[in-house]
């Protein structure tokens, strides 16, 4: 199976097909805020991939066996998710 790589434009149009999370969205955020929300989580994604690949160089550094960024990615959205943060979470 192919991974989709989430772009702004992968979450409008999987929101777009998800009426219920789209309104409730946009009673959040209104329209515009629907957008700004969408943007602000892909700048996150983006700055999470950034990390991770300074991460990975570091440890290139420290050890002969590293991990590739992916799976520092993987790790720390595992670590996420059993935070108050991640979407198992009771909160």
Do not use: P, W
């Not at 999470?48 to 799976?71: H, I, N, V």
């Not at 670590?79 to 979407?87: F, I, L, M, S, V």
């Amino acid at each position: 199976m192919l991974k989709k790589q989430m772009t702004r434009e992968v979450m409008l149009d999987a929101l777009e097909h998800d009426y219920n999370g789209l309104m409730n969205l946009g009673d959040i955020y209104g329209a515009r805020g629907v957008e700004a929300a969408i943007d602000t989580i892909h700048l996150y994604e983006k700055a999470l991939e950034l990390a991770c690949e300074e991460c990975q160089k570091a440890r290139t550094k420290k050890f002969s066996d590293t991990k590739t960024t992916q799976e520092i990615i993987e790790e720390y959205l595992a670590y996420a998710k059993t935070t108050d943060y991640g979407e198992e979470s009771e909160h």
